[in-house]
T-cell receptor, first 113, second 113 residues
């Protein structure tokens, strides 16, 4: 069974600083996709970034980047130049094939002004 | 373009009552999903559909039924609500390609007394 583990229930970062959120996963598949979703207090699930497992290059989206270590089954999210609007729950998710997304339990990020 | 919408946003039921949650998407997506989110946990897949007229079970299907009579709508039914079904329910949809990303609705908060 696929599992996704986020070992940091809460994290905090000073505004304008950098923070890294950790995620590890367990799978026997070779072809899969990894995602980071942001959930602000509005509850809306917002895609932050995604990574295809077959791509060696780490994905980046503006201030968000990932460190994808396939052999270690690790997929961390780095947020640079943190902003107050980055405060939210962040969920790591794994998907194989076309369907099921498996989510971690989330990391609550607080941004300190 | 409204994306993924969910009706209602909030609902309170008594044990044993029935209700239907409606998910609608205007992006012509083939795949649709229903998830539940409980405190301290990530989203878990209840049921999903890979096209009009099809449904399949996810990780936690017991106590729920679904129907996909129209491509743009995916209904989640609770025939006899139980307190254990108190949760926030999210609908999501995506295009058919396996690389595509799921887009989420705003969620429905359901309380069963």
């Amino acid at each position: 069974a696929q599992t996704v583990t986020q070992s940091q229930p809460e994290m905090s970062v000073q505004e304008a600083e950098t923070v890294t959120l950790s995620c590890t996963y367990d799978t026997s598949e070779s072809d899969y996709y990894l995602f980071w979703y942001k959930q602000p207090p509005s509850r809306q699930m917002i895609l932050v970034i995604r990574q295809e497992a077959y791509k060696q290059q780490n994905a980046t989206e503006n201030r968000f980047s990932v460190n994808f270590q396939k052999a270690a089954k690790s997929f961390s999210l780095k947020i640079s130049d943190s902003q107050l609007g980055d405060a939210a729950m962040y969920f790591c998710a794994y998907r194989t094939g076309a369907n099921n997304l498996f989510f971690g339990t989330g990391t609550r990020l607080t941004v300190i002004p | 373009n409204a994306g993924v919408t969910q009706t209602p946003k909030f609902r309170v039921l008594k044990t044993g009552q029935s209700m239907t949650l409606l998910c609608a998407q205007d992006m012509n997506h083939e795949y649709m999903y229903w998830y539940r989110q409980d405190p301290g946990m990530g989203l878990r897949l209840i049921h999903y559909s890979v096209g009009e007229g099809t449904t399949a079970k996810g990780e936690v299907p017991d106590g729920y039924n679904v129907s996909r009579l129209k491509k743009q709508n995916f209904l989640l039914g609770l025939e006899s609500a139980a307190p254990s079904q108190t949760s926030v329910y999210f609908c999501a949809s995506k295009w058919a390609h396996k690389a595509d990303t799921q887009y989420f609705g705003p969620g429905t908060r359901l309380t069963v007394l």
